[in-house]
């Protein structure tokens, strides 16, 4: 059977975006590949407030999208969408770009079908700490099915390609990072209005978990009077234990606004900040890490692999409590540094993380399984993990 071009695009909860970062990369991969004569076809995840129609297809922007409503809620709820999907995607003609493999149980099935499965493999999600051992035992299989299954692996970062590569292959290996755009504006009223002064506040961008160090980040913020604020962005429940413990540990300079979705908010609050803090400690290149370089943020991320490659070298990196302090006050107080950082961090953006350069590298993979002649490779420059 030729395969036209074509791809169907599983995994994530559908478009136009309004989750998160696959959504956001679904929605302009999508527009991309309808633009250059491809058919797209992207399965939509709905509630069962839908009514009596289970699945049903529009065309938005040119781009197919495939409806599903499933009736279960949560984690089951995803899982009976992504089990729809595939049957669905079984039977039609195109490649299928599988977003994660959190449902990777499923990929055989399509294997079976004679489909070709490209699969981006997100971070590595069963070392995440907030998972039971049985929620980690689940992730660490279908992890592993997802690489046997894939005819394409598709890592965003170098050591998510070399955790990778201790399974598959290293030619069914690609390394395609997130893309971002430059943010050159912002209204200052929108930073005015949540009580921060431009250039006299810090901000972090995250879920409140331990993984993401949100609890360091705030006691090495409160250590001490900073004549500034820092902006914690991200759903706060009082019910939860490390929630609690963030709240306790917060000085009078630490505000929560809550969760914010909104992109010119968001992109507000990184432009007008005197830093952006990032304490991801898990995953491989973070779209919001991204997003503040795009931004001209100086960074202050937690010191590991994943964010030493995103943020690049020019950047500042803490360990522990005590680092993260230094780091606070050097951005707080060094205003040449904070300069010459602001600078690095844009050049490293546009150098790396440029969304026409992710989306051709994209293209250029599915035209492998297409047209032998176009040869997957790696999206340049790629740099060792290790710098």
Known sequence: MTIQKS?????????????????????????????????????????????????????????????????????????????????????????????????????????????????????IEWRRQKWSRLVRAWFWLNEWIAVWSSHQLIADHPAIADHLARGAARRSIVVIPYGGIAADAAHPDIVLSFGLIPDRYLVTVARIEPENNILPIVQAFSRRHRGAKLAVIGRMDKTNAYHRRVLEAAGEEVVFPGAIYDPDTLRALRFHARAYLHGHSVGGTNPSLVEALWAGNAVIAHDNLFNRWTAGPQQLFFKDVETCDAMITRSLEDAAFVDVARAAAKHHAAARFDWTDVLEAYERAFLSFIEKEAPVRRLQPIASAKQ
Not at 56 to 70: C, K
């Open 7 to 123: 791809v169907l695009i599983l995994g994530c909860r559908g478009i136009p975006a309004a989750h998160g970062g696959f959504e956001t990369f679904a929605e302009r991969l999508s527009l991309f590949l309808v633009k250059n004569g491809w058919h797209v076809c992207v399965y939509c995840q709905h509630d069962d407030d839908a009514g009596p129609q289970r699945s049903w297809t529009d065309t938005w922007n040119g781009v197919e999208r495939r409806h599903i409503a499933v009736s279960a809620k949560g984690p089951i709820a995803t899982l009976e969408f992504d089990r729809l999907s595939v049957v669905d995607a079984g039977s039609r003609n195109g490649l299928c770009l599988v977003l994660g493999y959190n449902s990777a149980v499923l990929l055989p099935y399509l294997r079976f079908k004679g489909r070709t499965i490209l699969t981006n493999m997100d971070g």
